[in-house]
């Protein structure tokens, strides 16, 4: 799909980690094509390995592609774009040291908000993720789900149009990834960011996304984008309806295959396929 106000544009886009012959040699992706438009969530979903967090790191500039380019808010991803992108990542990402609310005001240290805006600019994130009561607490001194509504309160006070999200509920229980997907699509449909989230699980990207692009197995390309046509915020009988259970058979389909294709790749044939 080509959209012209793409927020994110992925063309022809490749990348292997060393060389041919290199024992460590992956291909990761092949010839992978994308565009993210302007205020969508897109969720990627696929096996184990085919390439989704090299993506999302290739969009936040963390990675340069081997070949092809990427274009976010229509400029050439080089580097880190800290003003138009955040992460958010799956668990780990706040420093032990540092109560809530200075980790929060950390990653707007490091964009460059000027000092006199950070606390507001804090305690409106930490208030919108529901943990302004906590935010003298310790990363130790709470829950999981909670940490990791610290580390979504840290993205969305560099208030960029673009977030991206590695499996951020990944290591959470079941019910608390699904209080905190609840809670994150009326936040997020407030916000009207793009945002990009990867997942496993094949309830949460039907409940979160607008599309969900569904990833083969390595090295991996777009198989298939599956639309879900429902308003957000998503309500939480969404889940009970017959659309919701459709769609996610639909992709249930498309990915058993792929993961049997992984799993027989790393056991067959080891990393260097
Ligand atoms: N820094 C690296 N050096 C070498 N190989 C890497 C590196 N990062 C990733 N890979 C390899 O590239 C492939 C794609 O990895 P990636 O992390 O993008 O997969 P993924 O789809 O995010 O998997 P998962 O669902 O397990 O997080 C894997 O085979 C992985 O081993
Ligand atoms: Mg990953």
């Known amino acids: 799909m080509t959209t012209g106000d793409a927020a994110v544009k992925v063309r022809d886009v490749s990348h292997q980690f060393g060389e041919p012959g290199d024992p460590q040699f992956v291909r990761a992706l092949l010839d992978t094509n994308l565009d993210i438009t302007r205020g969508e969530l897109l969720c990627l979903i696929g096996p184990s390995g085919c390439g989704k967090s090299t993506l999302l790191n290739m969009i936040g500039g963390l990675l340069a592609p081997s070949a092809g380019t990427v274009e976010v808010n229509n400029k050439l991803v080089r580097a880190p774009l800290p003003r138009d992108i955040a992460f958010v990542f799956q668990e780990n990402a706040l420093f032990p040291w540092c109560t809530v609310i200075e980790n929060v005001k950390l990653g707007m240290v490091f964009q460059g908000v000027p000092k006199s805006e950070q606390d507001a600019r804090a305690k409106k994130s930490l208030e919108a993720v529901g943990l302004k009561d906590f935010m003298n607490h310790y990363p130790a001194q709470l829950s999981g789900g909670m940490r990791q509504r610290a580390a979504l309160a ?13 499996e951020p509920f990944g290591a959470l229980d079941e019910q608390t990834r699904m209080i905190l997907g609840e809670d994150l699509s009326v936040l997020l449909a407030a916000t009207g960011k793009t945002i990009v989230f990867v997942t496993h699980s094949l309830g949460e990207a039907v409940f979160l996304a607008d599309r969900v692009a ?13 639309a879900v046509d429902e308003p957000h915020p998503r309500k939480p009988s969404f889940v009970t309806t017959e659309k919701f259970g459709k769609l996610r058979n639909t992709l249930y389909g498309l990915l058993h295959d792929e993961i049997r294709k992984a799993v027989e790749q790393s056991a067959m044939a080891g990393p260097g396929s």
């Open 154 to 166: 840290r993205a969305l006070s560099l208030e960029t149009s673009i977030l991206l999200m590695d």
């Open 214 to 226: 569904v990833f083969s197995a390595r090295p991996g390309h777009i198989k298939e984008i599956i």
